[in-house]
């Protein structure tokens, strides 16, 4: 079975330009996670959708970020224009629906803003 | 209040020994709990999950869970190096999926 799959792996750029993430889930798995990792911390709940429904996206920035899940599979999270302190592993995940159910991880991808 | 409060170490056990490592919740309704390792420069990756009361084991990890105290543990038997990660406590509300900030663990040699 093939893993959730990010791209890029790595980015850097520079403050106020943008840059966008891509996720592609499990196949089959209608729940999709983006977080937001900062060295040192732990993942921090960015967005989740549910199909192509946002469940939550209370601690996702909106002046800033934005994503979307078209056809209810692979998602694209945006920062426009972003800022030094976004600088992190920027996480997605994937399950199917339910409360017990568990959520995998892709690898990720590495923002540095300088 | 976080809503999962985990002690950040580091934990430093030699290796053979039980590594024990702990992680409160705020939310009374959570319903499922997991353990993630992390590994430096990597993702997340699934080792425990547990959703009632009590022990359950799975080879020389065993995760404990109490609701009543909102509380729950993992315990690492006969510690290895390879067991040198970030442990991640995670807990599920209804669709919700929240992380603490981990505890990370040396095991030396």
């Known amino acids: 079975e093939a893993g959730v799959a990010q791209s890029p792996r790595y980015k850097i750029i520079e403050k106020r330009q943008s840059v966008a993430f891509w996720c592609n889930p499990i196949?089959?798995?209608?729940?999709l996670y983006w977080y937001q990792q900062i060295l040192g911390q732990g993942p921090k709940l960015l967005i989740q959708f549910q199909n192509n429904g946002v469940v939550d996206d209370s601690q996702l920035p909106k002046d800033r970020f934005s994503a979307e899940r078209l056809k209810g599979v692979d998602s694209t999270l945006k920062i426009q224009p972003a800022k030094l302190e976004d600088s992190a592993v920027y996480l997605c995940a994937s399950s199917v629906p339910g409360t017990g159910v568990k959520a995998f991880f892709g690898q990720g991808t590495r923002l540095t803003v300088v | 209040q976080k809503e999962v409060e985990q002690n950040s170490g580091p934990l430093s056990v030699p290796e053979g020994a039980i590594a024990s490592l702990n992680c409160t919740y705020s939310d009374r309704g959570s319903q499922s709990f997991f353990w993630y390792r992390q590994y430096s420069g990597k993702s997340p990756e699934l080792i425990m999950f547990?959703?009632?009361?009590g022990d359950k084991e799975d080879g020389r990890f065993t995760a404990q869970l109490n609701k009543a105290s909102q509380y729950v543990s993992l315990l690492i038997r006969d510690s290895q190096p390879s067991d040198s990660a970030t442990y991640l406590c995670?807990?599920?509300?209804?669709?919700?999926?929240?992380f603490g900030a981990g505890t990370t663990v040396t095991v030396r040699a």
């Open positions: 547990i959703y009632s009361n």
């Open positions: 196949s089959g798995h209608a729940t």
């Open positions: 995670a807990v599920k509300r209804d669709y919700k999926l929240s």
